[in-house]
């Protein structure tokens, strides 16, 4: 089993919609969780951490279920530019502090 | 502040050939960090190093090897140079917050 597991995708969506995406991790000693976000052939940059009681910055909203194992991404009325891969990715080896990354969603955005 | 660059942006190798790519970073962090990312694929740590001085193996380190003289500088030394190291390389640090800050990555062809 992957320690950080994602729907690749993709997720087609006229702008204005509301999507959002889903990731399971297995290490149930994670501290820390992140969703970032990849554009094509860039470096990954980070969109926002995601804290236990849940997040928004904006349209974007964060949830973390510990119980489940589960952390998922809300983007509210979509834009052409919010076209990109999502990277879940979660603390899973605190003597590292090195991050496990998903191998991403695909969101393509379409007028 | 620059943030985390790394050179050279792209590199053609043929088999057996060397090279270093360079990463630095201006932000004081300790923990810098080398992954790879093969297409359609998550990010896989390479190495990691928790300060001047001290480094340690990831998930994939065969085939690499790195140094940490400085704070500022993480370079990542490939020495036979093969066609399964052809993959996208980022450099990344470590923030106050364990998020990671990564530079714009250098795209490697070994041919």
């Known amino acids: 089993r992957k320690e950080v597991e994602q729907d690749p995708g993709p997720f087609n969506v006229p702008e204005g919609a509301t999507v959002a995406f889903n990731c399971t991790y297995s290490?149930?000693?994670?501290?820390?969780f992140f969703w970032y976000r990849q554009d094509c052939r860039k470096e990954p940059k980070l969109l926002m951490s995601?804290?236990?009681s849940g997040n928004e910055d904006g349209r974007f909203t964060a949830q973390l279920n510990r119980a489940s194992q589960y952390i998922s991404l809300l983007i509210r009325d979509s834009k052409l530019s919010d076209s990109a891969t999502y990277l879940c990715v979660v603390n899973g080896d605190t003597g590292r502090r090195a991050l496990t990354f998903g191998s991403g969603t695909r969101l393509q955005v379409q007028p | 502040n620059a943030g985390v660059t790394q050179t050279p942006k792209f590199r053609i190798l043929k088999i057996g050939q060397s090279m270093t790519l360079q990463c630095t970073q201006d932000m004081n962090h300790n923990y810098m960090y080398w992954y790879r990312q093969d297409p359609g694929m998550g990010l896989k740590l390479i190495y990691y190093?928790?300060?001047?001085?001290?480094?340690d193996k990831g998930e994939v380190p065969n085939g690499y090897n790195v140094s940490r003289s400085t704070t500022e500088d993480f370079p990542l030394r490939l020495e036979l140079a093969a066609p399964s190291q052809t993959s996208v390389y980022f450099c990344?640090?470590?923030?106050?917050?364990?998020?990671?800050?990564f530079g714009p990555g250098t795209r490697l062809t070994v041919l």
């Open positions: 995601v804290y236990s």
């Open positions: 990344a640090s470590r923030g106050p917050a364990n998020e990671q800050f």
């Open positions: 290490n149930s000693a994670s501290q820390s």
């Open positions: 190093s928790v300060g001047a001085g001290i480094t």
